[in-house]
């Protein structure tokens, strides 16, 4: 085969490739619109857990009773972060202004009312419930790590041992939940620092217990309105910025994040185009070239 016909084919496979790349970031574009939409509607009595941090008193049952639902190894009590099998800890705050002591906060997903991760997410691995836990489907996940980038709590945990590189986060216990129990770290909490019901009525025994004891909490219900809501809702004696919590908005974070993917695939398509462009700009470039030599050579002759 000539050099000619060498780069001609060349040319045409990566011409091929890129019309690939272009339907499939199309698809791309549709899937994820198909999946924003479906993410944004939520019944009025979806479910939350309102978490009181001044009756908490940091025995960890609740971060035992996660594992064992889930069918991990008990824990040794240095769980400090969330990862592939701790998908809540107790977080202990020594030293926090308007505190007695020290305050034992729960960490987990916050499964928020418009989670960014599930609009970040491309292929639908992570969907927003209508009765409003966040679930993730392993077997959709492609390992892109979006959702940890779009998650305003830092709440997926990449599974770094795992060959496709998936993630990992509370899941509500949904299982649990269509069986018409409990989540289990509510289930096992001995001290009634979590309780479960229709996030509805948890806004109202929170406002009730504030209103009740205004020197016992602080005058505000995280989770109500930041980003959007989410189902965890936590009462505090102390302001939750000391606590490590993010000072978010009420805006929706989904908002940002669907603007990013949204032009993520025309991105992608302009970077292929032009890539294209430069690769057809070159090969003329080397065909004029052959053809001066050519001619200088049949000139040389005569």
């Known amino acids: 085969m000539s050099k000619k016909a060498e780069r001609q084919l060349s040319r045409r496979d990566f011409l091929r490739g890129v019309g690939a790349l272009t339907g499939a970031l199309t698809l791309e574009s549709v899937t994820g619109s198909r999946v924003e939409a479906s993410e944004t509607e939520v019944a009025p009595d979806a479910v939350g857990v309102?978490?009181?941090?001044?009756?908490?008193?940091?025995?960890?049952?609740?971060?035992?009773?996660?594992?064992?639902?889930?069918?991990?190894?008990?824990?040794?009590?240095?769980?400090?972060?969330?990862?592939?099998?701790?998908?809540?800890?107790?977080?202990?705050?020594?030293?926090?202004?308007g505190a007695?002591?020290?305050?034992?906060?729960?960490?987990?997903?916050?499964?928020?009312?418009?989670?960014a991760c599930a609009s970040a997410c491309t292929v639908g691995a992570?969907?927003?419930?209508?009765?409003?836990?966040?679930?993730?489907?392993?077997?959709?996940?492609?390992?892109?790590?979006?959702?940890?980038y779009a998650c305003p709590f830092g709440v997926p945990a990449f599974q770094w041992e795992e060959t496709l590189g998936l993630i990992a986060k509370c899941d509500f216990c949904i299982n649990r939940l269509e069986e018409g129990q409990q989540p289990a770290c509510v289930s096992d909490c001995p001290t009634g620092a979590l309780?479960?019901?229709?996030?509805?009525?948890?806004?109202?025994?929170?406002?009730?217990?504030?209103?009740?004891?205004?020197?016992?909490?602080?005058?505000?219900?995280?989770?109500?309105?930041?980003?959007?809501?989410?189902?965890?809702?936590?009462?505090?004696?102390?302001?939750?910025?000391?606590?490590?919590?993010?000072?978010?908005?009420s805006q929706p974070i989904p908002r940002r994040a669907e603007f990013v993917m949204k032009q993520?695939?025309?991105?992608?398509?302009?970077?292929?185009?032009?890539?294209s462009g430069l690769c057809w700009l070159r090969t003329r470039r080397e065909e004029s070239g052959a053809c001066v030599e050519a001619g200088k050579k049949e000139r040389t002759k005569r």
Request: charged letters at 25%; hydrophobic letters at 30%; a neutral charge.
């Open 100 to 115: 007695d002591g020290p305050l034992h906060v729960k960490r987990q997903c916050m499964h928020c009312v418009h989670p």
């Open 50 to 97: 309102l978490i009181d941090l001044t009756r908490c008193t940091g025995c960890r049952t609740c971060e035992a009773a996660c594992k064992a639902a889930h069918g991990f190894p008990p824990p040794d009590g240095g769980e400090t972060s969330l990862s592939a099998d701790t998908l809540t800890y107790v977080d202990v705050r020594e030293n926090v202004e």
């Open 264 to 275: 993520t695939p025309m991105v992608a398509l302009t970077v292929a185009t032009a890539a």
């Open 126 to 148: 992570l969907h927003k419930t209508p009765e409003g836990p966040v679930t993730y489907n392993a077997g959709k996940c492609i390992g892109c790590r979006y959702c940890q």
């Open 195 to 249: 309780k479960f019901g229709k996030r509805r009525a948890l806004l109202r025994e929170a406002a009730a217990r504030m209103d009740t004891h205004p020197d016992r909490y602080l005058n505000h219900v995280y989770g109500e309105h930041e980003a959007g809501g989410t189902s965890m809702l936590y009462l505090s004696p102390a302001r939750f910025e000391d606590l490590g919590f993010p000072e978010l908005g």
